[in-house]
Nanobody
Framework: EVQLVESGGGLVQAGGSLTLSCAAS????????ISWFRQAPGKKREGISC????????HYIESVRGRFTISRDNAKNTVYLQMNSLKPEDTAVYSC?????????????????WGQGTQVTVSS
C-alpha cells in the first residue's frame, strides 16, 4: 500500500523551529518528486516547497524562502522540512504529497498520494 505519513508538527513560539518528516512506503520513493503543502483555516491549500527525486532541484514559495529547507534521504524513504524563524502566519496543517515523476510541480492535482497532515501552530 502506498503511504505517506507526516510527523513533527506541534506548537511553537514565533521565531522558533520545527522539523517535519514525511515517511513513505509502498512505492519506489527515489523516483518521485515530493512536495509540502499547507492549508491554514479559511484559506486555500498552497504548495510551499518541492524537492526532485534526486534532490538536484528544490523549490520554495517566496514567503518561506530562506526560512524553510527541504531535504530528502532516499535510503530512509523520508523527506524533511526544516522550518526556522517561524511566524504566526505559518500556522496551518502541513501535508506532504508524492508525484509519480522525478520533477516538481506546484499544482496539487499533479500529486497522486497525500499524507494525512500534521498541525503546526505558531504562537505570537
Amino acid at each position: 500500500e502506498v503511504q505517506l505519513v507526516e510527523s513533527g508538527g506541534g506548537l511553537v513560539q514565533a521565531g522558533g523551529s520545527l522539523t517535519l518528516s514525511c515517511a513513505a512506503s509502498g512505492f519506489t520513493f527515489d523516483g518521485y518528486a515530493i512536495s509540502w503543502f499547507r492549508q491554514a483555516p479559511g484559506k486555500k491549500r498552497e504548495g510551499i516547497s518541492c524537492i526532485s527525486s534526486s534532490a538536484f532541484r528544490t523549490h520554495y514559495i517566496e514567503s518561506v524562502r530562506g526560512r524553510f529547507t527541504i531535504s530528502r534521504d532516499n535510503a530512509k524513504n523520508t523527506v524533511y522540512l526544516q522550518m526556522n524563524s517561524l511566524k504566526p502566519e505559518d500556522t496551518a496543517v502541513y501535508s506532504c504529497a508524492a508525484r509519480s515523476v522525478y520533477y516538481c510541480s506546484g499544482y496539487s492535482s499533479d500529486y497522486f498520494r497525500w499524507g494525512q497532515g500534521t498541525q503546526v501552530t505558531v504562537s505570537s
